[in-house]
Protein backbone atom coordinates (compact mmCIF):
# COMPACT_ATOMS: atom_id res chain seq x y z
CA UNK A 1 0.00 0.00 0.00
CA UNK A 2 1.57 3.21 -1.28
CA UNK A 3 2.01 6.45 0.78
CA UNK A 4 -0.60 8.29 -0.86
CA UNK A 5 -3.12 5.82 -0.14
CA UNK A 6 -2.52 5.56 3.68
CA UNK A 7 -2.78 9.32 4.03
CA UNK A 8 -6.16 9.16 1.68
CA UNK A 9 -7.50 6.58 4.17
CA UNK A 10 -6.37 8.52 7.35
CA UNK A 11 -8.09 11.33 5.92
CA UNK A 12 -11.74 9.75 5.31
CA UNK A 13 -11.54 7.92 8.49
CA UNK A 14 -10.79 11.42 10.34
CA UNK A 15 -13.61 13.06 8.50
CA UNK A 16 -15.89 10.47 9.38
CA UNK A 17 -14.93 10.90 13.11
CA UNK A 18 -15.34 14.66 12.97
CA UNK A 19 -18.72 14.60 10.96
CA UNK A 20 -19.94 12.03 13.10
CA UNK A 21 -19.24 14.05 16.50
CA UNK A 22 -20.77 16.97 14.20
CA UNK A 23 -24.13 15.45 14.19
CA UNK A 24 -24.02 13.94 17.73
CA UNK A 25 -23.48 18.02 19.00
CA UNK A 26 -26.58 18.75 16.59
CA UNK A 27 -28.68 16.10 18.12
CA UNK A 28 -28.14 17.44 21.21
CA UNK A 29 -28.86 20.38 20.87
CA UNK A 30 -31.51 19.27 18.93
CA UNK A 31 -32.77 17.42 22.18
CA UNK A 32 -32.23 20.46 24.18
CA UNK A 33 -34.43 22.71 22.55
CA UNK A 34 -36.90 20.86 24.56
CA UNK A 35 -35.51 20.97 28.15
CA UNK A 36 -37.71 22.82 30.57
CA UNK A 37 -34.57 24.67 31.76
CA UNK A 38 -34.29 28.12 29.45
CA UNK A 39 -30.85 28.51 30.21
CA UNK A 40 -30.23 25.08 28.78
CA UNK A 41 -32.07 25.30 25.85
CA UNK A 42 -31.09 28.89 25.46
CA UNK A 43 -27.56 27.47 25.02
CA UNK A 44 -28.26 25.06 22.35
CA UNK A 45 -29.92 28.08 20.59
CA UNK A 46 -27.10 29.91 20.26
CA UNK A 47 -24.56 27.07 19.58
CA UNK A 48 -26.80 26.28 16.84
CA UNK A 49 -26.67 29.88 15.47
CA UNK A 50 -23.32 29.46 15.10
CA UNK A 51 -23.16 26.79 12.43
CA UNK A 52 -26.03 28.37 10.84
CA UNK A 53 -25.79 26.12 7.52
CA UNK A 54 -25.87 22.63 9.20
CA UNK A 55 -28.40 24.00 11.45
CA UNK A 56 -30.53 24.94 8.62
CA UNK A 57 -29.98 21.09 7.01
CA UNK A 58 -31.24 20.04 10.73
CA UNK A 59 -34.23 21.62 10.48
CA UNK A 60 -35.29 20.48 6.88
CA UNK A 61 -35.27 17.63 8.17
CA UNK A 62 -37.11 17.85 11.48
CA UNK A 63 -38.95 20.64 11.87
CA UNK A 64 -42.57 19.88 10.65
CA UNK A 65 -45.62 21.76 10.34
CA UNK A 66 -48.54 20.59 12.79
CA UNK A 67 -50.76 19.46 10.28
CA UNK A 68 -53.21 16.34 10.85
CA UNK A 69 -53.34 13.68 7.95
CA UNK A 70 -55.80 11.11 8.55
CA UNK A 71 -53.43 8.19 6.27
CA UNK A 72 -50.53 9.43 8.26
CA UNK A 73 -52.01 9.13 11.39
CA UNK A 74 -53.31 5.97 11.11
CA UNK A 75 -49.90 4.75 10.09
CA UNK A 76 -48.22 6.26 13.14
CA UNK A 77 -50.93 4.17 15.33
CA UNK A 78 -50.47 1.19 13.26
CA UNK A 79 -46.69 1.39 14.31
CA UNK A 80 -47.27 1.71 18.05
CA UNK A 81 -47.85 -2.07 17.72
CA UNK A 82 -44.63 -2.28 15.41
CA UNK A 83 -42.20 -4.86 17.32
CA UNK A 84 -38.60 -2.70 16.88
CA UNK A 85 -39.20 -0.35 19.83
CA UNK A 86 -37.43 2.79 18.40
CA UNK A 87 -40.07 3.03 15.99
CA UNK A 88 -43.03 2.99 18.66
CA UNK A 89 -40.77 5.59 20.10
CA UNK A 90 -40.65 7.67 17.47
CA UNK A 91 -44.33 6.84 16.35
CA UNK A 92 -45.20 7.95 20.06
CA UNK A 93 -43.30 10.73 19.58
CA UNK A 94 -45.08 12.44 16.42
CA UNK A 95 -48.58 11.23 17.33
CA UNK A 96 -47.48 13.61 20.56
CA UNK A 97 -46.51 16.68 18.04
CA UNK A 98 -49.81 16.43 17.08
CA UNK A 99 -51.45 17.20 20.23
CA UNK A 100 -55.23 17.67 20.53
CA UNK A 101 -56.08 17.55 17.03
CA UNK A 102 -55.80 13.98 16.82
CA UNK A 103 -57.95 13.44 20.41
CA UNK A 104 -61.12 11.60 18.34
CA UNK A 105 -58.42 9.53 16.50
CA UNK A 106 -56.55 8.11 19.85
CA UNK A 107 -60.24 8.15 21.03
CA UNK A 108 -61.55 5.86 18.67
CA UNK A 109 -58.26 3.99 18.76
CA UNK A 110 -59.09 2.82 22.48
CA UNK A 111 -62.18 1.48 21.50
CA UNK A 112 -60.04 -1.21 19.50
CA UNK A 113 -58.09 -4.41 20.16
CA UNK A 114 -54.76 -3.70 21.62
CA UNK A 115 -52.18 -5.08 23.57
CA UNK A 116 -51.47 -3.77 26.89
CA UNK A 117 -48.13 -1.19 26.21
CA UNK A 118 -49.77 0.19 23.11
CA UNK A 119 -53.00 0.91 25.06
CA UNK A 120 -50.96 2.49 27.57
CA UNK A 121 -49.20 4.36 25.51
CA UNK A 122 -52.73 5.98 23.83
CA UNK A 123 -53.86 6.85 27.40
CA UNK A 124 -50.79 8.41 28.31
CA UNK A 125 -50.94 10.61 25.02
CA UNK A 126 -54.68 11.32 26.04
CA UNK A 127 -53.78 12.13 29.66
CA UNK A 128 -51.16 15.05 28.63
CA UNK A 129 -53.80 16.75 26.48
CA UNK A 130 -55.54 19.62 28.41
CA UNK A 131 -59.22 19.29 29.79
CA UNK A 132 -62.05 20.59 29.31
CA UNK A 133 -62.36 22.92 32.03
CA UNK A 134 -65.38 21.67 35.09
CA UNK A 135 -67.58 24.42 36.27
CA UNK A 136 -65.30 25.41 39.60
CA UNK A 137 -67.49 24.69 43.22
CA UNK A 138 -68.18 27.63 44.91
CA UNK A 139 -66.35 29.28 47.36
CA UNK A 140 -67.93 29.17 51.27
CA UNK A 141 -69.59 32.36 52.11
CA UNK A 142 -67.84 33.12 55.33
CA UNK A 143 -69.95 36.23 55.60
CA UNK A 144 -73.61 36.54 56.96
CA UNK A 145 -73.34 36.28 60.18
CA UNK A 146 -71.15 32.72 60.29
CA UNK A 147 -69.83 32.28 63.13
CA UNK A 148 -65.59 32.25 62.47
CA UNK A 149 -62.99 31.61 65.40
CA UNK A 150 -59.39 30.74 64.42
CA UNK A 151 -57.67 27.73 66.90
CA UNK A 152 -53.72 27.34 67.35
CA UNK A 153 -52.63 24.30 69.43
CA UNK A 154 -49.19 23.69 69.32
CA UNK A 155 -48.45 25.66 65.89
CA UNK A 156 -51.75 23.68 64.42
CA UNK A 157 -54.21 26.09 63.07
CA UNK A 158 -57.86 25.25 62.90
CA UNK A 159 -60.43 27.17 61.70
CA UNK A 160 -63.86 26.45 62.97
CA UNK A 161 -66.88 28.02 61.11
CA UNK A 162 -70.17 27.42 62.69
CA UNK A 163 -68.56 25.10 64.92
CA UNK A 164 -67.28 22.79 62.07
CA UNK A 165 -63.60 23.06 61.53
CA UNK A 166 -62.56 23.41 57.73
CA UNK A 167 -60.91 20.44 56.20
CA UNK A 168 -57.57 22.31 54.84
CA UNK A 169 -56.15 19.00 54.22
CA UNK A 170 -56.91 18.45 50.64
CA UNK A 171 -54.04 18.87 47.84
CA UNK A 172 -54.42 21.57 45.46
CA UNK A 173 -55.77 20.18 42.18
CA UNK A 174 -52.34 19.49 39.63
CA UNK A 175 -51.70 22.04 37.22
CA UNK A 176 -52.88 21.55 33.49
CA UNK A 177 -51.32 20.17 30.87
CA UNK A 178 -48.47 22.41 29.10
CA UNK A 179 -47.67 22.30 26.06
CA UNK A 180 -46.60 19.25 23.75
CA UNK A 181 -42.21 19.14 24.32
CA UNK A 182 -42.19 19.36 20.45
CA UNK A 183 -44.38 22.53 20.20
CA UNK A 184 -41.83 24.05 22.61
CA UNK A 185 -38.51 22.95 20.56
CA UNK A 186 -40.91 24.35 17.61
CA UNK A 187 -41.73 27.75 18.81
CA UNK A 188 -37.98 27.97 19.76
CA UNK A 189 -36.78 27.06 16.17
CA UNK A 190 -39.23 29.39 15.08
CA UNK A 191 -36.88 32.16 16.92
CA UNK A 192 -33.74 30.66 15.63
CA UNK A 193 -35.04 30.76 11.89
CA UNK A 194 -36.36 34.26 12.27
CA UNK A 195 -32.75 35.53 13.75
CA UNK A 196 -31.06 33.43 10.76
CA UNK A 197 -33.79 35.33 8.28
CA UNK A 198 -32.14 33.25 5.42
CA UNK A 199 -34.09 32.33 1.96
CA UNK A 200 -34.39 28.93 3.89
CA UNK A 201 -35.14 29.68 6.98
CA UNK A 202 -38.26 31.71 5.57
CA UNK A 203 -39.41 29.09 3.71
CA UNK A 204 -39.51 26.65 6.92
CA UNK A 205 -41.07 29.59 8.68
CA UNK A 206 -43.54 29.44 5.34
CA UNK A 207 -43.90 25.38 6.03
CA UNK A 208 -44.80 26.17 9.99
CA UNK A 209 -47.11 28.57 9.58
CA UNK A 210 -49.73 26.39 7.29
CA UNK A 211 -49.79 24.32 10.21
CA UNK A 212 -53.30 23.99 12.23
CA UNK A 213 -54.11 27.84 13.14
CA UNK A 214 -54.33 27.09 16.92
CA UNK A 215 -51.10 25.39 17.23
CA UNK A 216 -48.44 27.14 18.91
CA UNK A 217 -46.11 26.21 16.21
CA UNK A 218 -48.10 27.56 13.57
CA UNK A 219 -48.99 31.12 15.39
CA UNK A 220 -44.99 31.49 16.50
CA UNK A 221 -44.24 30.99 13.11
CA UNK A 222 -46.67 33.25 11.46
CA UNK A 223 -45.99 36.30 13.87
CA UNK A 224 -42.35 35.62 12.98
CA UNK A 225 -43.01 35.88 9.08
CA UNK A 226 -44.64 38.88 10.10
CA UNK A 227 -41.95 40.61 11.95
CA UNK A 228 -39.52 39.79 9.00
CA UNK A 229 -41.90 41.96 7.04
CA UNK A 230 -40.72 44.82 8.74
Same mark, same amino acid.
Given at each position: @??????? *? @???????? %???? /?? $? /??????????? =????????? %?????? @???? !???????????????? =??? &???????? !??? =??? +???????????? *????????????????????????????????? %???????????? *? *????? +? @?????????? &????????????????????????? %????????????????? $??????????????????????? !?????
Amino acid at each position: @MNARRIV *G @MIALTVFG %ATAS /AQ $Q /ASLDARWSDLT =SPDEAKATR %ALLALA @MTPK !ETITLLQDRLKPVKVD =SKR &VAQLLKQL !EST =SFP +VRVQATAELEYL *GKFIKADLEAALKTKLDIETKQRIEQLLDKMPK %AKKAEAPMPNLG *G *GKSIS +V @MNMNGQITII &VDGVPLDLSKAPPPPPPGPPPGWIR %AVRAVTLLEHLATPEAR $QLLQALAAGESEALPTIAAREAL !ERMKK
